[in-house]
């Protein structure tokens, strides 16, 4: 069964550092989105993706952090400049049609 | 404004024992969707089930069922018979049906504890 994979698994960075959390949707989905958990809390909406552009994001999402398709495969999530608070497991997602969202596995990021 | 509402924070019970996981959502449309996920420890997320809002029939599937009532706003869902692998944090999710992104909002959770 097809399935969203997320890589790495876990990432361990220097606070002010970029990263970048890859992700492979399914291949004929065409929504995709990214959530974050931290630790112990609720899931929240960061983005949402579609047709190149981004089509809607929430008030974290703010200049640091940037998405990407940047081939017909992959989707990124890229923090410029990673601040503690940052430290989440981040959630890839992506959907055929607007409804039934398939989650990957999962990126933990902690920001040390 | 959506909100979805999970007011048990923990609940532990022993195995057999049926648990019914609550969800209370607010939103102003009327095409909506409800979703159920569960986050076992491992940490993923796992899709359940998924509700339209014109679509209020209550769902079986195996030891799960699902309660969905439009007039309290309320989407519960019921493990009957439970077992410890059904061990998990549950999370309650809300979808409204825009042209576009139609975001998942989440609830803060639900953590089943399942003791042998």
């Known amino acids: 069964e097809p399935e969203v994979t997320q890589t790495p698994s876990h990432q361990v960075t220097q606070m002010g550092q970029e990263v970048i959390l890859r992700c492979v949707p399914i291949s004929n989905h065409l929504y995709f989105y990214w959530y974050r958990q931290i630790l112990g809390q609720k899931v929240e909406f960061l983005v949402s993706f579609y047709n190149n552009e981004i089509s809607e994001k929430s008030e974290i999402f703010d200049d640091q952090f940037s998405v990407e398709r940047p081939d017909g495969s992959n989707f990124t999530l890229k923090i410029r400049s990673t601040k503690l608070e940052d430290s989440a497991m981040y959630f890839c997602?992506?959907?055929?049609?607007?409804?039934?969202?398939?989650f990957g596995p999962g990126t933990r990021l902690t920001v040390l | 404004a959506q909100k979805v509402t999970q007011a048990q924070t923990e609940i532990s019970v022993v195995e057999k024992e049926d648990v019914t996981l609550d969800c209370v959502y607010e939103t102003r449309d009327t095409t909506y969707y409800l979703f159920w996920y569960k986050q076992p420890p491992s940490g993923e997320l796992v899709f359940l089930i998924r509700?339209?809002?014109?679509?209020?029939q209550n769902e079986i599937s195996g030891r799960y069922s699902w309660n969905f009532q439009k007039s309290t706003s309320s989407f519960n869902f019921t493990i009957t018979a439970s077992q410890v692998v059904d061990s998990a944090v549950y999370f309650c999710a809300l979808s409204e049906a825009r042209g576009g992104s139609e975001k998942l909002v989440f609830g803060k959770g639900t953590k089943l504890t399942v003791n042998p």
């Open positions: 509700r339209n809002s014109f679509d209020e």
């Open positions: 997602a992506s959907t055929p049609d607007w409804n039934e969202q398939f």
